[in-house]
């Protein structure tokens, strides 16, 4: 038979210091005790255990009275939801879309691990994006522990296993230096300089546009990267992409050069600065987005994101030996794992040059480069 949570059913408890059995339950969120009996009355748990059941209140009680996940989820949006204006849009989206319709009318408590995993794999939908439903849900679990709807215990959502989630459904794209040569021919400014600067230092999109001119530090070479946009302006992803990063002698004077022609070139304006909005906001990424993959087509390098010159960055920080902890605080991770697993993959002969060298020590006993076929 299945046992009932125990947030339903309570707990038996000895008190040492007043020699008495206590039963323990939450009840409508607040911790509620019983007393059952001396230890001369029970002298064991299980007697006093049974004895009990006459305090114990239907198993439903408490999730009648506990309110809906809708309700929860409400309260979640005002005192916990993050600030982060891309963070907070991504999380409606899971809520609108997929939780709330399923489980809007449902209590916590119903979100079980079983019947969650059961309800993911029904989905139609990219194992990662079944990670963040999950980590969600898990989100407003804690949420309700820490608010005492239910008692503090194991979150359900740890044992929900995803099939597929640590694999990607699309390869992320790195571009051959020959490739991004013929991708910026075809673009004019200032997206060329945008891609340019993605690419050079590694930048998300959202960081590249919320760039003003006084981010830039001329004298000593150096560039600040500290905010992003995603439709608003805001903080940068995490605190560790929150970083002043060297700029190279050239860059830096391509920088000048668009300064010099850019409609907008004052210290508090926007370094890619849109004319459509007289300088307001600077160029959205839907348009750059656009421009990207036209230019794209033309070079006959195939589709790619914004986010491809991030992971070209990556690989070319491999082509020329950086070392990986170099790597890291160039890409800007917290984790140097993210670095090391999810950026770059081998977009030129290094793996060849590498294994050509390894099989000269293995048949000639040297180092030297060997003439490769």
Not at 29 to 41: A, D, M, P, Y
Not at 288 to 313: C, D, I, N, P
Request: proline share 5%.
């Amino acid at each position: 038979m299945k046992r009932a949570p125990r947030f339903q059913t309570g707990s038996v408890v000895f008190d040492k210091r007043r020699k008495t059995w206590n039963f323990l339950q939450w009840v409508n969120g607040k911790r509620r005790s019983h007393r059952i009996g001396t230890l001369q009355e029970f002298p064991t748990k299980g007697a006093a255990w049974r004895a009990s059941k006459a305090v114990l209140p239907s198993p439903t009680a408490s999730v009648r009275n506990a309110s809906t996940l809708s309700s929860l989820v409400e309260a979640y949006r005002q005192e916990k939801m993050p600030q982060r204006y891309s963070t907070r849009l991504a999380y409606e989206a899971w809520i609108t879309n997929h939780i709330l319709p399923r489980w809007g009318d449902s209590v916590i408590t119903e979100l079980q691990a079983r019947p969650v995993e059961l309800w993911l794999s029904t989905l139609d939908i990219s194992p990662k994006s079944k990670v963040h439903i999950r980590g969600l849900i898990g989100r407003l679990w804690e949420y309700a522990m820490w608010r005492g709807d239910v008692p503090t215990e194991r979150n359900p959502m740890t044992l929900v296993t995803i099939k597929g989630a640590s694999k990607r459904t699309r390869q992320p794209r790195n571009l051959t230096v020959e490739e991004f040569q013929k991708f910026v021919q075809h673009l004019g400014e200032p997206f060329r300089t945008i891609a340019l600067v993605c690419i050079c230092f590694g930048l998300r999109i959202s960081e590249a546009l919320a760039l003003r001119w006084c981010d830039v530090d001329w004298l000593n070479g150096r560039l600040k990267v500290e905010r992003g946009i995603v439709r608003h302006v805001g903080d940068v992803k995490t605190e560790h992409s929150r970083r002043q990063m060297s700029i190279d002698r050239e860059l830096l004077e391509l920088l000048k050069v668009w300064k010099q022609t850019a409609p907008f070139p004052a210290p508090d304006d926007w370094m890619f600065a849109s004319p459509v909005q007289l300088g307001a906001l600077p160029w959205s990424y839907p348009w750059v987005w656009r421009v990207f993959q036209r230019a794209a087509s033309e070079a006959g390098v195939g589709k790619l994101s914004t986010h491809s010159m991030r992971h070209t960055y990556r690989s070319w920080l491999d082509a020329v030996g950086t070392p990986i902890a170099v790597q890291q605080k160039l890409m800007r991770h917290a984790d140097i794992r993210t670095t090391m697993n999810v950026y770059g993959d081998v977009v030129t002969d290094e793996m060849h040059q590498a294994s050509s060298k390894v099989a000269g020590l293995a048949l000639n006993g040297s180092l030297t480069d060997r003439k490769l076929s």
